[in-house]
Structure formats: structure tokens, C-alpha cells
């Protein structure tokens, strides 16, 4: 690392709270390595508070660029100068691109949920989703999945901050796609169960089984589970989370974490910023091999 920084050495950044336990850093800054790049990349705690003073360090800096994670993901919006389409579609940015000053918006965390389930040979097309949260991830993923082809999808998520969101999310897809979308309040515990039971995959896109909510899991009874569907946390630390436990006493076949995920997202961020092709194989095998 100390080798590849120079005067003229271009910084990329991750911005959210809580942050240190990223591997984003890791993976980029060996891929930035591996290809020969001159570009760093720094995680840095920022909550909403801070968002307004770090979006404008971006330009102040001649950063390329920064990845945004919760709980940011909509509070960044006004900040930004431009959206791209899909990132207007889902109300939520994962990723910022730094032209000369000009700052864009864009969303790669669907396209990269999608793309995980494609590197394992899982292809839920023309099926039906429970989604539970409707956050940054939980919102890109809902729309990309439907744009893509999933038949229904039933988001699930508590009548908080986030409810009115989950009500977009579902007017946007029923609108838009030919999928349909049902908000249900995760109170009510007889149809989450149902819909799951009726869903070739469950996802959870919340916070819940991450740091400090590590030991807690909107599923506890591995019931609700069968085993021949897919159960999928976008949660990667830590890597087993209460969730993945759940569904594995239930005898599931397919179980994931979010690493998978992160590593399509942030390929497709890598993309933006340098122009070039993250090697996914190299970094796959470097960071996750064996971390499912």
C-alpha cells in the first residue's frame, strides 16, 4: 500500500456509521493493486449529521468518488447534482462519481443482489420474493429484482421512518414492471410466515442480525423455512448471522450472507469510478473463499 501512494495517488471513499468493519477497502484497494491503478480507497464514519460537509470535501478534495451505505443511502440524494435513471427510480445512491465537480448519484446494490444469485446458478425469475426492509438495499433490491423479472414480491417492514418508503416501493413496482408488489407491517407475524412459506426467497435487507443487533433475527422459528427455498442476508458481519442459523436448522439448501452482494456492487462501482473491470475471480478468492 505504502508503495502505490504518490503525489498524484486519487482517493475514494466510504461513507456511513456505523463502518469499520467494511471489507470494501479491502477489496477495492486490492483490486486497485492488482490492476496496476493509482487510487486509494478510505473508509470514513459519517452519519447524517456529518453527510452535508463530507459530500462537499468530495468536490473540495478532487475525490473520484465514494460509496454511501446506511444511513445515508436517501439523505444523500439532495446533496447530489445528478441521479442516474435507476438510482431516481429506487429514491436511494450506493454510489457517487466525481466529474470535474459535478457529483452523480448512482445504485448498484440491486443489480448486484441480482448478479450473486446468478454466480450460484439461482435464477428467481418468474418467482415470488418476501422481502422484509425498505431502506437504501432493501428499496434497490425490491425494484431491480422486479425489473428483472421476479413475478411478486411481499415487502415486510416495521411502521417506522421507513414505512412511507415501503409504500413508494410497492406504487413504483405495481406501476412500472409487471410484478406485484403487497406491503405488509412485519406486526403481522401469521402472514410473514405465510408469505415465506409461499416465496422461493426469503431476503432480509434491514439492519437487524448486524452490530449491535448481531444476536436478533426477524425469523427465529426455523419453521417458517423450507428446505428446498433460498434465505439470503444482505448482513456480512459477522458472517453467520442469527438469520443464517435460523434457516440452517431448518435444513435449507441455499444460505447467504451479503459478501456475494457486496463483491457484484462493488464491481460495478469500481466500474464508474476507473473504467475498468474489477477482477472479480482474483478478489473472490482472495477475501471470500470459504466465508460463506
Known amino acids: 500500500m505504502v508503495e502505490r501512494i504518490d503525489g498524484h495517488t486519487i482517493l475514494i471513499g466510504l461513507m456511513a456509521y456505523p463502518i ?7 477489496m477495492h484497494n486490492n483490486a486497485f493493486a492488482k490492476l496496476g491503478l493509482n487510487y486509494t480507497y478510505l473508509a470514513f464514519d459519517i452519519t447524517n449529521k456529518e453527510l452535508p460537509n463530507a459530500i462537499e470535501a468530495i468536490r473540495t478534495l478532487g475525490m473520484r468518488g465514494s460509496n454511501i451505505s446506511m444511513p445515508n443511502k436517501q439523505k444523500v440524494i439532495p446533496l447530489l447534482d445528478k441521479l442516474d435513471p435507476a438510482a431516481e427510480m429506487v429514491g436511494a445512491v ?3 462519481v466525481n466529474d470535474n465537480g459535478v457529483l452523480t448519484g448512482y445504485t448498484t446494490d440491486g443489480t448486484g443482489f441480482m448478479q450473486s444469485l446468478a454466480d450460484e446458478k439461482l435464477d428467481i425469475r418468474g418467482e415470488k420474493m418476501t422481502l422484509a426492509g425498505a431502506g437504501g438495499a432493501g428499496t ?11 413475478k411478486e414480491i411481499s415487502i ?7 414505512w412511507q418508503q415501503a409504500k413508494k416501493n410497492v406504487a413504483i413496482i405495481n406501476s412500472k414492471t409487471q410484478c406485484k408488489a403487497t406491503l405488509y407491517s412485519l406486526e403481522e407475524r401469521d402472514k410473514f410466515r405465510s408469505e415465506i412459506a409461499d416465496s422461493t426467497i426469503y431476503c432480509d435487507a434491514t439492519g437487524v442480525g448486524m452490530k449491535p443487533l448481531q444476536e436478533m433475527s426477524l425469523v427465529n422459528d426455523p419453521s417458517f423455512f423450507r428446505k428446498d427455498m433460498i434465505v439470503f442476508d444482505t448482513v456480512y458481519a459477522p458472517r453467520e448471522t442469527k438469520l443464517m442459523r435460523v434457516a440452517k436448522k431448518a435444513g435449507v439448501d441455499h444460505i447467504f450472507n451479503g459478501l456475494g452482494m457486496m463483491l457484484e456492487q462493488g464491481a460495478q462501482a469500481f466500474k464508474l469510478w476507473t473504467g475498468e473491470d474489477m477482477p472479480i475471480s482474483y478478489i473472490r478468492q482472495l477475501l471470500f473463499a470459504d466465508k460463506k
Open 20 to 26: 469499520r468493519h467494511s471489507m470494501s477497502p479491502t
Open 94 to 96: 450506493n454510489t457517487i
Open 140 to 150: 434497490a433490491i425490491a425494484i431491480q429484482a422486479a425489473l428483472d423479472g421476479v
Open 156 to 162: 415486510f417492514n416495521a411502521k417506522d421512518a421507513l
